[in-house]
C-alpha cells in the first residue's frame, strides 16, 4: 500500500525526477530510510560509543588525559584516511554495493575491538572498524537522496541526519542497565578481564548488522545506474521501487525510458590513482569549486567543534556529578578542575560513570534528535539558508552565555546547546546532493566526512591540550569559529522555486 496514492500519467519518455516520483512513495522508501538510518547510526555509534565508555576505559587501563584523547580521536583517524577511498567506490562501483562490503567487514572489527586486551590492540582495532563503516557517510545519504521522490527529498535527509544526533541517546539507553552491574570476567589468554564497558561496545555493533541485512533485500540506486548507462537495469530498477510502494504489476509502471540531465560516465581503463584524480579534481574546479570551498568550510565550522567536544561530552558532564559543589563555577572552571585531577589514582573503575551523566547525555542526544526533526519540517517553508543561518546563530549566542554563566544545570544546557551546531549537515548533504553531478556525489559526501572527521580529530586533540590551562580562551576560539560559519553561509544561493506536482506530472514528448 502506498502512503500517498499518485495519479498515473503515461510517460513514454520522462527525465528521472518525474521517473522517480511516478514510483510513487511508500513502504520501501521507509524501509531505505530505516535501513540507511541503522547504517548510519552503527558509524556514528562506532565512532561516538568510544567517548561514552571512555570514562571506564580510561579507569581500567589507566590513561593520561593525552592518551584519552588520542583513543577518542582513533575513530576519527580511519574515517578521514578511508573516506576517500569509499566514496571513489560508491562512485564507481555503486553505492549500495559498497555498503554491503563494507559494514560487515567494520562490525567484525568492532566487535574484536570490545575484546582488546591493551590500549595499542584497542587503538588499532577501533581504526580498523571505523575505516570500514566510514563508508556508511559516503553511500547511505547519496543511496537516500537518489531513492526519494523529489518532495519528500530534503525531509529524508534530514530525518537520516537525525541518526546520526540520536547516537548517544540509543547508547545510554544500553549503557544504564549494563553499567548497573559491577563484575569481571578473566580471560587468561586474551590477557584481559571482560568488564561492563566490553558488553556495551559489543551491544551497540548491532545495529549496523541488521541495517547490512535490510539493505541485501533493497535496490541500487537507480540513478547510479543510469549515470553508468545501464538504462536496462536502471528501469528495472525503478518498477521494482513501484511494485513496493503501490503494490502493482511491475509492467504497469508508465515509463518506458529515462534519461538524466547529464551525460552517462563510462569506466575507462586507467589507473587506480587516475580515476580517483578524476573523481576529485572536478569538484574543485569551476563551476563546482565556490560551491565546493563554501560547504566545505561551513563544515569545518560546525563539526570542528561539534566533534571536538562530542568526544568528551561524557566525561566532562561527568565533572558535574563525581563529587563536591559546582555552584558558582563556570563550566571551565568545572571542566579544567576535572581535567587536572583525571590523573589521580581511581579505585573503582566499574562505577566511575555516574548514572546522572548518562541521563544527561540521553537528554543532549535526544533533544538533538527531536531538533533534528523538526528542523527537517521546517526546511520546507524555511529553506535549506535560512535554517543553516538559524542554527549558527543559536549557537553562537549559547556559545558566548557558556562562558559567564556559574549555574550548574544552565551551564551543562548551554554547553549541550553549543555544539547543535551539527544540525546544519542534513543542509550541508542536501546541498551536495543537488549541486553536485551523480557521478561525483559519493565523491562530494565523502569529502565532507574527511573535512569533517580530519578537523574533528585536530579538535579534539587541541581540545585535550588546552582544557586544563586555557579552557575559556579555547572555547572564546570556537565561538569565533562557529559565528565565522554564520557568515559564510550569507552567502550561500536562494532556495530554488520548486517545481510544482502538475508540472512534474506533465508528458514529456519524445
Known amino acids: 500500500m502506498a502512503f500517498i496514492k499518485q495519479e498515473v500519467v503515461v510517460n513514454k519518455k520522462c527525465s528521472y525526477d518525474t521517473a522517480m516520483d511516478l514510483t510513487g512513495f511508500g513502504i520501501y522508501n521507509i524501509i531505505m530510510l530505516t535501513s540507511c538510518c541503522l547504517i548510519i547510526l552503527a558509524m556514528y555509534m562506532d565512532i561516538f560509543g568510544f567517548s561514552v565508555v571512555m570514562p571506564a576505559v580510561a579507569c581500567d587501563m589507566d590513561l593520561t588525559t593525552a592518551e584519552q584523547g588520542l583513543l577518542s580521536a582513533i575513530p576519527l583517524i580511519g574515517v578521514m584516511f578511508s573516506s576517500y577511498v569509499w566514496g571513489f567506490c560508491a562512485d564507481t562501483r555503486g553505492r549500495r554495493t559498497t555498503l554491503l562490503f563494507a559494514m560487515p567487514v567494520g562490525s567484525i572489527f568492532g566487535f574484536a575491538a570490545s575484546m582488546a586486551p591493551s590500549y595499542i590492540s584497542l587503538a588499532i582495532l577501533k581504526f580498523l572498524s571505523a575505516s570500514f563503516t566510514s563508508s556508511a557517510n559516503a553511500a547511505a ?244 539558508k535560512l535554517t543553516t543561518l538559524l542554527v549558527f546563530a543559536a549557537a553562537a549566542f549559547c556559545g558566548v552565555l557558556l562562558l559567564f554563566v556559574r549555574i550548574p544545570m544552565l551551564s551543562i544546557a548551554l554547553f549541550f546547546l553549543f555544539l547543535y551546531v551539527a544540525l546544519i549537515l542534513g543542509n550541508v548533504n542536501s546541498y551536495l546532493v543537488e549541486w553536485n553531478p551523480t557521478h561525483l556525489r559519493g565523491m562530494a559526501t565523502c569529502l565532507s566526512v574527511v573535512v569533517a572527521r580530519g578537523f574533528g580529530f585536530i579538535s579534539v586533540q587541541l581540545i585535550a591540550s588546552l582544557l586544563t590551562d586555557y579552557c575559556t580562551p579555547m572555547i572564546s576560539g570556537y565561538v569565533l569559529l562557529v559565528i565565522s560559519g554564520f557568515v559564510v553561509s550569507i552567502f550561500l544561493p536562494p532556495e530554488r522555486k520548486p517545481v510544482s506536482q502538475s508540472d512534474e506530472e506533465k508528458p514529456i514528448d519524445q
Open 141 to 384: 545519504f547519496v543511496l537516500v537522496g537518489e531513492s526519494t521522490p523529489k518532495r519528500h527529498r530534503s525531509r529524508f535527509m534530514f530525518l537520516l541526519a537525525s541518526a546520526t544526533m540520536c547516537v548517544q541517546f540509543i547508547i545510554c539507553s544500553f549503557a544504564l542497565p549494563v553499567f548497573k552491574h559491577s563484575f569481571y570476567i578473566e580471560i587468561s589468554w586474551l590477557h584481559m578481564e571482560y568488564r561492563p564497558w566490553r558488553m556495551l561496545m559489543q551491544i551497540i555493533s548491532i545495529p549496523g548488522v541488521i541495517g547490512t541485512i535490510a539493505m541485501a533485500f533493497l535496490n541500487e540506486s537507480p540513478k547510479f545506474l543510469l549515470s553508468r548507462d545501464q538504462t536496462v537495469k536502471a528501469l528495472d530498477t525503478l518498477k521494482s521501487i513501484y511494485r513496493w510502494n503501490t503494490g502493482r504489476k511491475p509492467y504497469t509502471y508508465p515509463v518506458s525510458s529515462v534519461y538524466l540531465d547529464e551525460e552517462p560516465v563510462l569506466m575507462e581503463n586507467s589507473s587506480f590513482f587516475r580515476k580517483m584524480w578524476d573523481q576529485t579534481a572536478p569538484l574543485f574546479k569551476p563551476p563546482l569549486l565556490k560551491n565546493s570551498l563554501m560547504l566545505y568550510y561551513i563544515l569545518m565550522c560546525a563539526y570542528m567543534t561539534s566533534t571536538g567536544y562530542t568526544m568528551w561530552v561524557p566525561t566532562m558532564t561527568n565533572a558535574y556529578f563525581s563529587g563536591g559543589d559546582k555552584n558558582g563555577l563556570t563550566f571551565c572552571e568545572v571542566a579544567s578542575n576535572a581535567a587536572s585531577a583525571t590523573n589521580s589514582t581511581l579505585k573503582d573503575c566499574d562505577n566511575i560513570i555516574q548514572p546522572m551523566t548518562l541521563y544527561a547525555v540521553m537528554c543532549y542526544s535526544g533533544v538533538s534528535t527531536v531538533s533534528s526533526v523538526l528542523l527537517s519540517f521546517a526546511v520546507g517553508p524555511l529553506g535549506k
